[in-house]
């Protein structure tokens, strides 16, 4: 009995997850047309509601109205298509961008399994998504979806590199692998956070991070001038919903990541600080962790605004010859900082 009441305990906390994670990223993509039609002057989606009765909830059913709209479509099969991975690719990609979370601590007390190897977790899981794409473009049987899988693919594992060496960087000056201890090991104010002795590392992580969601301005892998629309290019209904659902769950996934590394995840930037510190701003909690994770989630959708697709190959270039290069510099300079004293945990 008491082993059944922990398993039901165990699905209660991974549906309270899940659940909010899947509406959240239903309204993400209300409000990336949103502050995409606001920053181009423009109205976005702002219609769809209850037209009957006059109440347009400013077009927040939209998300509701794409779901119904892509579940109510036929899931066409290619010819010759290998049926089994065909649909087993997008299950590929979005298990682990939800599998993921079972690590993210979303306080000092919230988080579903709190393991000394978190980091390593994520590691593994944020790299099984790139099978999801290959499979896809190769068993849809398409010369445009297998060049698109491969593009995509290929930026995917190079950008990894860079975010890998970013981590390292991380955990060099933390000293452990848990996401809580790594949390820990930044307590004190916004000065005493990652990013400061860790800047260039933090910039190289949050571009990582951009180009493996494949988002823009490194979206190749749906460039529709040169190859249609990547590797999911013949997909549609239910399993194109899943390949949008597992780029925006990653998207959230980066987004949350970011702070735990280097912006103190649940810490309150104003702790210790006279008079500040000693209100409720000073205390950290859930709430921070959401703050700052939000800004990121925005940071997203204004860089799509902002710049134009980078050509592929200096996709490539930058990832190798820039990012490469800078992370590997500074995790030697991280360990000279930690030796030498002046990154001092929890200072």
Do not use: C
Not at 20 to 46: C, D, K, S
């Amino acid at each position: 009995m008491e082993a059944l009441l922990e398993l039901l305990w165990i699905v209660a906390k991974i549906l309270a997850i899940t659940i909010p994670l899947i509406v959240m990223v239903a309204f993400y993509t209300y409000f990336e047309r949103r502050v995409i039609g606001f920053m181009q002057v423009r109205m976005g989606p702002n219609r769809v509601g209850l037209p009957f009765l006059k109440f347009h909830l400013w077009g927040l059913a939209q998300p509701f109205a794409d779901v119904f709209k892509l579940l109510l479509k036929e899931v066409v099969l290619p010819e010759n298509a290998n049926r089994t991975l065909f649909f087993m690719a997008p299950i590929l990609t979005l298990a682990p961008a939800f599998a993921a979370w079972a690590v993210i601590p979303f306080s000092d007390t919230l988080v579903l399994s709190d393991i000394d190897a978190g980091m390593l977790y994520i590691l593994a899981m944020t790299s099984l998504g790139v099978y999801g794409i290959i499979i896809a473009g190769w068993a849809s049987n398409s010369k445009y979806a297998f060049l698109g899988a491969l593009r995509s693919a290929a930026q995917i594992v190079s950008y990894e590199i860079p975010m890998g060496f970013a981590i390292v960087g991380v955990l060099v000056v933390a000293g452990t692998l848990n996401l809580s201890e790594i949390v820990e090991a930044q307590q004190g104010n916004v000065f005493d956070w990652f990013w400061l002795p860790l800047f260039p590392l933090f910039i190289v992580y949050w571009i990582s991070g951009v180009a493996e969601t494949n988002r823009a301005p490194f979206d190749v892998a749906e460039g529709e001038s040169e190859i249609v629309a990547g590797f999911h290019v013949e997909y549609s209904g239910a399993a194109f919903a899943v390949f949008f659902l597992a780029e925006y769950a990653n998207m959230i996934l980066i987004s949350s990541l970011v702070p735990l590394l280097f912006l103190g995840g649940w810490l309150s930037p104003f702790a210790g600080v006279p008079v500040l510190g000693e209100t409720f701003l000073g205390q950290g909690g859930i709430h921070w962790f959401l703050l700052k994770a939000a800004f990121f989630m925005f940071s997203f959708l204004w860089l799509r605004a902002t710049f134009p697709r980078y050509r592929y190959d200096q996709i490539m270039r930058l990832g190798w010859k820039v990012l490469v290069p800078i992370a590997l510099a500074w995790v030697l300079v991280a360990a000279g900082l930690k030796l030498s004293g002046l990154v001092v945990l929890g200072s």
